[in-house]
Structures are given as structure tokens and as C-alpha cells.
């Protein structure tokens, strides 16, 4: 497990505008265009699998943490789910990527995306078999880190998460396994059961697992799981995505 610092270069908006920049009919509007760069900075951990080196491509997973993970403290991150199991001496046969969420906010797709650009460019990633998983607030930020980039990932695996049902139009063909505890009363179970309804309404099969006795902690029986990573491992990106 490797403690890593990044400083990233991302596009935050870019406003589609007349190249003439010419003065609209009525005169009083004219054409403009908005080009920001934004820095990303993000604390994550990295852990690369046994003979790496040996292999030129490896899939990736990238975790999510939940919002009581968040800060500045990377140990925090490894309180749950993969880094929790890595830590305990698992070894994987995949990249793994947990970022830390700062305090105060949620999971912004865009520098989720800058930091898997920055980790594609810098190790050896089999970009057909990237994939998305988290819990809690991490559960949502992997509902919609899919709809950013739907076309991105081979499959993902939201934990008693939620999102917005239209996003589902967005994936709705993306392999996708999400799981939620029946007693949950931190994120009801239907916020799981609503993207995975929706998700079928656009032709899309997706697969929900629902634990009876389960309340918030449905992660730790999912993580636990050999049958989880077997059907993670089998997803491959579609070649029409």
C-alpha cells in the first residue's frame, strides 16, 4: 500500500462559442467563451499487484470511500473495503485506487476522471477492465461517476448508494451489481432499488443484492466476498461503448 500525492490538470468548463465573437442582432449580447483550468490536488492509495512488473496491462479498481472516511488522513480510507482487506495482508489481482474525499464535500466526477487519467498515463492499466466501487457516499459517487463517464468503465458496483433514476439512460447496458442492507436506515434500501428498476425500464440487466438482517453495513459481507471479485474480474468494456 503506497501513500501518493497528485497535482492535476483538468478542463472544469469549456463554453461552446461563435468564432467571430460577433455582436448578436439586437446588439446588446455578444458571443463569449469561458475556458477554466482547475487544480486538482487528491491524497489516494495505491496498491499495485504481485508481479506487476511481469504483466503489461492489469485491470483497476478504483474505491470510493463512505463520508466518515473523509479528511486528510489516509488511514481513514483504509477503514473499509479493499484498503481495510490489503491492509490486512490481501493480495489482489488488480490495481486498486482509493482516493480521500476532503471534509465538507462529495465525490466530484471530474477529478475522479483527472485522477484515473493520471493513473492510466503513469502504470500499466487495462483500460477495457476499469471499475467502480463504493459504499455509502461512495455508493452515489460510483451511481454518478458512471453517468459522467458511462463509456469509461467495464463495470461497477455501487454499495448502499443512490442516485438520480434518469441517469440510468446514461448506463443502462453497463454490468453493474449494486447491494443494500433491508434495515438500512442511513440510505433506504429503495434509493438502490430505484436505479436498479430504472436501469431495467432502458432494456439495461443489472443484478441487486439485498441483505434481510443488514443495516448500513452492507459493504463489509460484499467485500468479503470471493464470488464478488470473480464477477468484477469477468466484466470486460463493451467494444460499442
Not at 506487476?52 to 478504483?62: E, F, G, M
Not at 491492509?87 to 485506487?97: C, N, S
Not at 448502499?160 to 440510468?168: D, S
Not at 452492507?218 to 468479503?224: A, C, G, I, K, V
Request: charged share 20%.
Amino acid at each position: 500500500m503506497m501513500r501518493t500525492f497528485i497535482t492535476l490538470l483538468s478542463v472544469a468548463a469549456m463554453l461552446p462559442a461563435m468564432r467571430d465573437m460577433a455582436v448578436a442582432d439586437d446588439a446588446t449580447q455578444t458571443s463569449q467563451r469561458l475556458d477554466v483550468t482547475v487544480k486538482v490536488e487528491m491524497d489516494y492509495l495505491l496498491a499495485l499487484p504481485n508481479g506487476y512488473d511481469k504483466q503489461d496491462a492489469w485491470p483497476l479498481v478504483l474505491f470510493l470511500h463512505g463520508a466518515g472516511e473523509r479528511g486528510d488522513n489516509l488511514e481513514l480510507v483504509k477503514m473499509h473495503g479493499p484498503p481495510k482487506l490489503i491492509g490486512e495482508g490481501k493480495e489482489f489481482p488488480f490495481i486498486v485506487v482509493s482516493p480521500q474525499c476532503p471534509k465538507g464535500v462529495w465525490w466530484e466526477p471530474i477529478e475522479l476522471t483527472a485522477l484515473l487519467d493520471q493513473v492510466i498515463k503513469t502504470h500499466n492499466v487495462d483500460e477495457d477492465r476499469i471499475y467502480v466501487t463504493g459504499l455509502s457516499m461512495g455508493g452515489f459517487g460510483t451511481w454518478q461517476l458512471a453517468a459522467y463517464t458511462p463509456d469509461r468503465f467495464a463495470a461497477i458496483a455501487p454499495i448502499c448508494g443512490g442516485g438520480e433514476k434518469y441517469w440510468a439512460r446514461r448506463f443502462a447496458d453497463l454490468p453493474t451489481w449494486a447491494f443494500h442492507g433491508v434495515q438500512d436506515k442511513g440510505v433506504p434500501l429503495i434509493r438502490s432499488q430505484e436505479m436498479i428498476d430504472a436501469m431495467k425500464q432502458q432494456g439495461g440487466e443489472p443484478k441487486l443484492t439485498v441483505y434481510p438482517d443488514a443495516g448500513h453495513d452492507s459493504w463489509t459481507e460484499t467485500y468479503n466476498n470471493p464470488e464478488f471479485y470473480e464477477w468484477l474480474l469477468a466484466q470486460k468494456r463493451k467494444s460499442s461503448q
